[in-house]
């Protein structure tokens, strides 16, 4: 699924964030979106999951235009679509480790085994192996970022965004995180993912720097 953001400005507080910004996510890449702090990456991550709205501009998803989307259509494109990796973002802290990595996605009568065994192995894949029944709350901030990564392996999402997925993280998990996107976009999943990392820059396909820096 293409995803792209066409001459989109966002205006905060008076201060243009975005101004006339253009990039293409193709599906099968992954696009790197680089730029000082402030340069507006975290914004342009949202805009492209529809998560902020633009101010001119549009946004193309699947070559539709969802700028004017209402919130029943951008639920149902989070849904079947997206999966975001983002810090503090959309964790039930409540729920065990197996709930959020399937929230969204349990039938009336919950997992069956294929899928019981599937969130073992992204578990697993996540160095959380046997976790699964623990409350989230409980778990460091390192863990409950790779609980968001078991969530996005489990959806197979056709979209991954990602927002400074390896900040603060040891070397392994660098790896492991730079390893799982690379591997989403091999699938053919269209992945866009906000940084700092230089390692994480050179292992994508697009860079586009933000802020002209
Ligand atoms: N909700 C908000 N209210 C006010 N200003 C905001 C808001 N969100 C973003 N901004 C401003 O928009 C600009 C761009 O922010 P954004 O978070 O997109 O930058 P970034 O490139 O992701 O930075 P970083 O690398 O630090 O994460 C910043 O100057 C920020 O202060
Ligand atoms: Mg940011």
């Known amino acids: 699924m293409q ?49 902020g709205r633009v101010g001119t501009g549009s946004v193309l998803v699947g070559g539709q235009d969802a700028t004017t989307w209402n919130d029943a259509r951008r639920r149902r494109f989070w849904r079947d679509h997206v999966a975001f990796v ?13 709930y959020n990595v399937t929230v969204g996605r349990r039938g009336l009568f919950g997992l069956r085994q294929p899928e019981l065994d599937r969130v073992e192995q992204v578990l697993d894949h996540v160095l959380l192996s046997g976790r699964g029944k623990e409350q989230t709350a409980r778990l460091s901030g390192g863990e409950k970022q790779r609980v968001g990564l078991a969530r996005a392996m489990f959806r197979g999402a056709d979209v991954v965004l990602a927002d400074e997925p390896t900040a603060s993280l040891d ?15 091999r699938r053919g999943a269209t992945v866009v993912v906000a940084t700092h990392d230089e ?15």
């Open 199 to 213: 390692d994480l820059m050179a292992a994508g396909d697009d860079l586009v720097r933000l802020g002209g820096a």
């Open 86 to 98: 983002f810090q503090d973002y959309g964790l039930i802290e409540e729920a065990s480790v197996d």
């Open 171 to 185: 070397r392994k998990n660098r790896e492991l995180v730079i390893n799982f996107l690379i591997e989403e976009a």
């Open 3 to 51: 995803l792209s953001a066409d001459r989109v400005s966002v205006v905060i507080d008076g201060k243009a964030v975005l101004n006339s910004a253009s990039v293409k996510a193709e599906p099968g890449r992954m696009l790197v979106l680089a730029g000082k702090s402030g340069s507006g990456k975290t914004t342009l991550l949202n805009v492209l999951g529809l998560l």
